[in-house]
Structure formats: structure tokens, C-alpha cells
């Protein structure tokens, strides 16, 4: 069997990745994505525990599900906005977008 | 299940050992695809790897006893939200010019942060004395989920098919092309 802290591990390596992505990336598509990523490393976690803890109604992975959903309404909105700024600025890198910076 | 320990047994290899193999061969995987997600300096390759990193998630899904939740990954992450990144590249960045990369100088600043993020999560994890094993039998079945679902969980249900909703009708607005 698989123990616990292994899961763990693979959960905080991803969203250390995801975190490294998000402080890295010029592109807002590719923010994002690593969103995506950090997202899916709580969901990782989220259901080991929910297995461990052996509770019986699977509150975990309902919680898990949850986080699914909203990740996909946040990714809908987020590109909106991606694609509404490429139309107005013709560009999404965010170091081009200062049309708020003072 | 027998027979296919039985199978692996003859071969001189146990179940529970090919259990961990390809567990720590998925993760491995998950993990090289998530570091091209980050470094990766063609958006659209970006995509894809992000398609094959939910998939090695889903896959460990799997190894934790939820399968209706491995479906759903697919289903919803790969099927229809990297979907959704593909056309809004196609739709936005010219995929090779300015699109790559990062910023040199905060390269090293990131990497810093997160992996020191890591360590300190990493001693955490290894600190804890964690419980060996799972309780006996407590893979939560299908029934059992749509069950809480429909009973315990029914106000947040309908509270993220309100949010959904929402997002749906924030989307038409925003990306409306303007009238001038």
C-alpha cells in the first residue's frame, strides 16, 4: 500500500510548480494554466485525505468536485477577460498591460 | 483481481509491488509534464502538456479509490477547459513571438520562493506521523456519492449550478465584441 505522505508529497510538489508558473509566466493564458496546476494539486490532496480519514460519506471528493466546477467557471471567465484584453490592447503578455498602472 | 495477482505471482512479481511501480511511474510522470507546463516556451505545447499533467492526476485518482472523480477529470479538465486554452491561443497570442518564456530577472526570485515552499511543506508532510493504512473498506462507491450529493450537499449543489450560471452569462457579456 501506498502510504499517506506520499500522495502529500506529489500534491505540495505540484502546486510548487504551479506557484513557480504563475510568478514565472509573461503570458496570461500561461498564468492560468499554472492556476490550473496549484488547483489541482489541492484536489490531490483533498481526496487522500478524504481516503485516510476514512470517513464514509465521501465529503472529500465532494469537495473535490466542487473545486473542479469552480475551477471551470474561473477558467471561463478568466480567458473572457484574456480575449477581451487582446482585443482592446492587441497583446497578453501582463508586463504590456498597464492601461490601470498609474 | 485474484487472477491477475495470480498472473503476476507466476511471473515472480507480487500485486501489491506492481501497485507501487506504476504508481511511482505515473507520479514521476505527472510531475515531468507539470515542469514543461511551466518551462515550456511555445504556449500551445503548454496545452497539451497540460492535458497530459490532468491526465497522470487523474490516474492517481485512481490509486486513491476515486474513480467517479478520475472520470470527471478528464471528462471536464481535459475534454472541455484545455479545450477552451487551445482555441483562446489560437484566438490571441502569435503562439511563437511573444508569447514565450518569462522574465529572466525574476527566474531566480520564483524558483526561490517555490522551492522553498516545497521544503517547508516537504519537512511538514515528514514531520507528521501519518496513519499507515487506510481504515478497512472505505472506498466510497458511486451511490454513495450522488446520494450525499442529493441529501447532505443539496444547498452548495444548487449554489454552484447558480455560480455556473453566472459565469456563463459573465462570459457572453465580457467577451461580446463592443459595438463602436
Redesign the interface.
Same mark, same amino acid.
Given at each position: 500500500?501506498?502510504? %499517506?505522505?506520499?500522495?502529500?508529497?506529489?500534491g505540495?510538489?505540484?502546486?510548487?510548480?504551479?506557484?513557480?508558473?504563475v510568478?514565472?509566466?509573461?503570458?496570461a493564458?500561461?498564468i492560468?494554466?499554472?492556476i490550473?496546476?496549484i488547483l489541482?494539486a489541492a484536489?490531490?490532496n483533498l481526496?487522500?485525505f478524504?481516503?485516510?480519514s476514512?470517513?464514509?460519506?465521501?465529503?472529500g %471528493?465532494?469537495f473535490?468536485?466542487?473545486v473542479?466546477?469552480?475551477?471551470?467557471?474561473?477558467?471561463?471567465?478568466g480567458?473572457?477577460?484574456?480575449?477581451?484584453i487582446?482585443?482592446n490592447s492587441k497583446?497578453?503578455?501582463i508586463?504590456k498591460i498597464n492601461l490601470m498602472k498609474w | 483481481m485474484s487472477g491477475l495477482a495470480q498472473l503476476l505471482s507466476s511471473h515472480g512479481l507480487s500485486y501489491?509491488f506492481m501497485?507501487?511501480a506504476t504508481?511511482y511511474f505515473v507520479?514521476g510522470l !505527472?510531475?515531468l509534464f507539470?515542469?514543461l507546463? *511551466?518551462l515550456s516556451r511555445n504556449?500551445f505545447h &503548454?496545452?497539451i502538456y497540460?492535458a497530459m499533467?490532468?491526465i497522470g &492526476?487523474a490516474c &492517481?485518482?485512481l490509486?486513491?479509490?476515486?474513480e467517479? @472523480?478520475a472520470i &470527471?477529470?478528464v471528462l471536464?479538465?481535459v475534454g472541455?477547459?484545455v479545450t @477552451?486554452?487551445i482555441f !483562446?491561443?489560437m @484566438?490571441?497570442?502569435d503562439i511563437n513571438a $511573444?508569447? *514565450? $518564456?518569462?522574465?529572466i530577472g525574476?527566474?531566480s526570485?520564483?524558483?526561490l520562493?517555490?522551492?522553498a515552499?516545497?521544503f517547508i511543506? !516537504?519537512h511538514i508532510?515528514?514531520m507528521?506521523t501519518?496513519?499507515?493504512?487506510?481504515?478497512a473498506e472505505?472506498?466510497?462507491g458511486l451511490p454513495?456519492?450522488g446520494k /450525499?450529493?442529493m441529501s447532505?450537499?443539496a444547498l452548495?449543489f444548487e449554489v454552484?449550478s447558480l455560480? /455556473?450560471l453566472?459565469?456563463?452569462v $459573465?462570459?457572453i457579456v465580457?467577451?461580446k465584441?463592443?459595438k463602436r
Open positions: 500500500m501506498i502510504p %499517506q505522505s506520499h500522495f502529500l508529497l506529489l505540495a510538489a505540484l502546486f510548487s510548480i504551479g506557484l513557480f508558473g510568478f514565472t509566466r509573461r503570458n493564458i500561461g492560468l494554466m499554472s490550473e496546476l489541482n484536489n490531490i481526496i487522500t478524504s481516503k485516510f476514512g470517513s464514509p460519506d465521501g465529503t %471528493q465532494i473535490a468536485l466542487f473542479i466546477a469552480i475551477a471551470a467557471a474561473s477558467a471561463v471567465v480567458l473572457c477577460l484574456v480575449i477581451s487582446y482585443r497583446t497578453i503578455l508586463n | 501489491d501497485i507501487k504508481f507520479a !505527472t510531475l507539470a515542469l507546463v *511551466v504556449i &503548454v496545452a497540460l499533467t490532468l &492526476v &492517481v485518482y490509486y486513491l479509490d476515486a467517479f @472523480l &470527471v477529470q471536464i479538465y472541455a477547459i @477552451l486554452f !483562446t491561443v @484566438l490571441t497570442a $511573444g508569447s *514565450v $518564456g518569462a522574465m525574476r527566474v526570485a520564483a524558483a520562493v517555490s522551492l515552499t516545497f511543506l !516537504t508532510i515528514t507528521t501519518w496513519s499507515a493504512a487506510p481504515p472505505t472506498s466510497v454513495q456519492l /450525499s450529493l447532505q450537499y452548495p454552484i455560480l /455556473s453566472a459565469a456563463l $459573465g462570459a465580457i467577451g465584441a463592443q
